[in-house]
């Protein structure tokens, strides 16, 4: 069956989309920052049909951690992974690093210099291994800035046109790159905020995410009218948008 | 942690303010709720009155502790995290041929919430209350202790817990046995009944043949007709009764609160008399999923959005067996005369397997449940009639549905509720604890 590499594993959305993997009997090799949090999840995915568990703790963000976690997956799996997704990610306090470049810098490395350093990482073993998809979790956000949340935005924002053009170049080598983009959803990370009509729970984004990295999607938006909302937000002309709260 | 307006239990009753923090983690320690003066856990907020709010209080939501933990097939005992929904868990475990070894009437109740209210379902003449199939669950204390508790290591606590309504701490992860079973299917008899009597009957003579057992009564009947309605029996369908699989679909829901004028005395007599009388034949035989014979109203969603803005009450009370089935007799009456009965009813005759915990609503008799939009003072008057009789037939009114119950009522249908109070968790109250408590 499968081999599926999660970075980022203590995500809500990566965890739901691994139990859905794990219901195909999936074996799983998750790397997170909690060794606790990845252990319950480990037993969950077991008990729902994983072949088999492993875990391994790392802090993501920082990129010369990488290398020793591929080598590590890949001896768990004893092949380069079929799918690896990319989960981590932090919002930022966009008002403190108005502030404070240091807080920019550190948004601007976890949320898109790490993720884009092992996506392109990852899409090289797979291409030498013949096949493999990489999905990252990147979000709506980078369709367009904000003044809410404009540097987690421009993060995401590289990290899509960065995976766009590793999705072109991997294309003849059998590689698939998906670049997952949620809107609002019910996590831990949003916690914080005000519920309201447009929120997706964790496990539906999960069930979508599992749903788009099997058949390799290119950009999906989870849930889908994401897409018509930023088709709208993308083409409100700039004088009529800077005049805008959003 | 955030301030929510917005939570309800599931009658929709009382206006809150909660401050609530999210629970993710079983090995995390309680959140800080200093400032709040207390807590409580809130799984899917099922309960119907008050015993799932703390008003003014700290609510510590645990549906994000859904993890399973370890499933042993030789004993078939499951463990999960105690947040996880009874619909998470069916999902799971019945392509693998087990089932939860009691079901409530709706799915989406965690497992906390199940032994924190000691929940029975339609097999209580043969297996009990829920809290009969936990072999062992962890709690976890605002002192930061956490106790394993099983029926023999710290059983005071395990029956303290169970039917404690959520106030000894929170139950992190718990075990439960599964039961056995062939298929998803179920095989079903409908069988029309005439009165109270037909239905004692039905019900004496189903209890050594069928697992499950449960009648909808039009609660609007009177005279030699009061009583009447429909009685429907079951068993797990043997291995060679395979149905068909049922399409995965979700039903529609209700995305609003029905206009008020929609629930009056003509309405409810006609959807009561067209239940009644859908049914032409006195039995009709079915091959059932699971899920329409044990969830039948989970396909709409928000249903009690039915009961408009005001929300409603249900009366779920017990009353011991007694010669004439007196007490029965005279709810069902004053229900009819009072023309604020709504929908069905629903009948069950409890059996005699003891519940495991101090304040379990379950005993031996028969248990009568009812939906009854708010209408006030009016409604409230109803609930004091209907319970000087339970309280004189020595029977009980169930919390986890209750709003409104006074302390005196509260002590007289739980005389072991003062062995619970050296249990409860000093930083944990409830809104229905406070009001049986001490107003």
């Known amino acids: ?246 | 942690m955030t301030l929510r307006r917005d939570i309800q239990s599931w009658g929709r009753l009382p206006e809150t303010e909660h401050t609530v923090h999210e629970i993710t983690d079983r090995y995390a320690s309680l959140p800080n709720i200093n400032g709040v003066g207390s807590c409580l856990p809130h799984g899917l907020g099922r309960s119907y009155g008050d015993s799932c709010l703390n008003d003014q209080g700290a609510l510590l939501l645990t549906t994000r502790l859904d993890r399973f933990i370890r499933f042993n097939a030789d004993t078939r005992e499951l463990t999960c995290e105690a947040g996880t929904s009874l619909a998470s868990i069916l999902d799971h475990i019945v392509p693998y041929g087990y089932f939860l070894p009691v079901s409530p009437g709706t799915k989406f109740v965690t497992l906390g919430g199940a032994i924190a209210n000691d929940i029975h379902g339609k097999n209580h003449h043969r297996a009990g209350t829920f809290g009969r199939h936990v072999t062992e669950f962890e709690l976890l204390r605002s002192d930061g202790s956490r106790l394993r508790c099983s029926p023999t290591v710290n059983p005071e606590w395990f029956r303290a817990t169970i039917g404690g309504l959520g106030l000894t701490g929170l139950i992190t992860q718990a075990t439960i046995v599964l039961k056995p079973i062939h298929n998803p299917h179920l095989e079903v008899e409908h069988i029309k009944f005439g009165n109270l009597a037909e239905f004692f009957e039905l019900a004496r003579e189903s209890d050594a043949s069928h697992e499950h057992t449960v009648a909808w009564v039009d609660c609007l009947a009177r005279g030699d007709k009061l009583g009447r309605g429909i009685f429907m029996r079951g068993n797990h369908a043997p291995a060679d009764r395979a149905g068909k699989q049922r399409p995965v679909s979700s039903g529609p829901s209700i995305p609003v609160s029905a206009p008020r004028f929609l629930l009056n005395p003509m309405t409810m007599k006609l959807f009561n008399l067209g239940f009644y009388h859908k049914q032409w034949r006195r039995q009709t035989d079915h091959l059932i999923h699971y899920e329409p014979f044990f969830y039948p109203l989970d396909c709409v969603g928000n249903w009690n959005r039915l009961y408009g803005k005001k929300g409603f009450f249900q009366y779920q009370c017990v009353v011991p067996f007694a010669e004439d089935d007196r007490a029965i007799r005279e709810i069902f009456e004053t229900i009819a005369a009072s023309r604020q009965g709504s929908f069905l009813a629903v009948l069950k005759v409890f059996g005699g397997l003891p519940s495991p915990g101090l304040l379990s609503f379950p005993m031996p008799g028969v248990t009568l449940a009812l939906d009854f939009p708010n209408r006030g003072e009016r409604s409230l008057a109803l609930f004091d009639k209907l319970d000087a009789i339970t309280a004189h037939a020595g029977g009980r009114v169930y919390p986890a549905k209750d709003a409104r119950m006074s302390p005196a009522r509260f002590r007289r249908y739980f005389p072991k509720h003062s062995d619970l109070v050296p249990f409860v968790d000093p930083a944990f109250s409830s809104s229905f604890w406070r009001r049986v408590q001490f107003s």
């Not at chain 1, 739901?16 to 993997?21: F, Q, V």
């Open chain 1, 1 to 246: 069956m499968k081999k599926v590499l999660i970075l980022g594993a203590t995500s809500a959305m990566a965890e739901h989309a691994a139990r859905r993997w794990a219901g195909d009997r999936c074996s799983f090799f998750l790397v997170g920052r909690k060794t606790q949090k990845l252990e319950s999840i480990a037993e969950d995915l077991k008990v729902r049909g994983a072949e088999t568990v492993g875990i391994h703790t790392a802090d993501l963000a920082v990129n010369s951690a990488h290398a020793e976690v591929l080598i590590a997956a890949a001896a768990f799996f004893s092949k380069v992974p079929d799918i690896a997704l990319i989960a981590y990610g932090v919002l930022g306090d966009q008002e403190a690093e108005q502030s404070d470049p240091e807080l920019v810098e550190a948004n601007l490395r976890t949320n898109f210099l790490s993720p884009a350093h092992l996506a392109g990482r990852l899409a090289e073993q797979m291409a030498d291994a013949g096949q493999g998809t990489v999905a990252v979790i990147s979000s709506v956000a980078g369709d367009r800035g904000r003044q809410s949340n404009y540097v987690y935005g421009s993060a995401k924002a590289g990290l899509n046109t960065y995976l766009s053009g590793l999705r072109n170049r991997m294309h003849k080598q059998n590689v698939r790159i998906v670049t997952i983009k949620p809107g609002f959803v019910d996590t831990p990370m949003t916690a914080h905020l005000k519920k309201g009509p447009l929120f997706a729970s964790a496990e539906k984004a999960g069930s979508l995410i599992y749903k788009h990295t099997n058949r390799g999607t290119a950009v999906a938006y989870v849930p889908w009218f994401w897409c018509f909302i930023m088709l709208i937000i993308r083409h409100i002309p700039e004088p009529a948008f800077k005049r805008m709260s959003l």
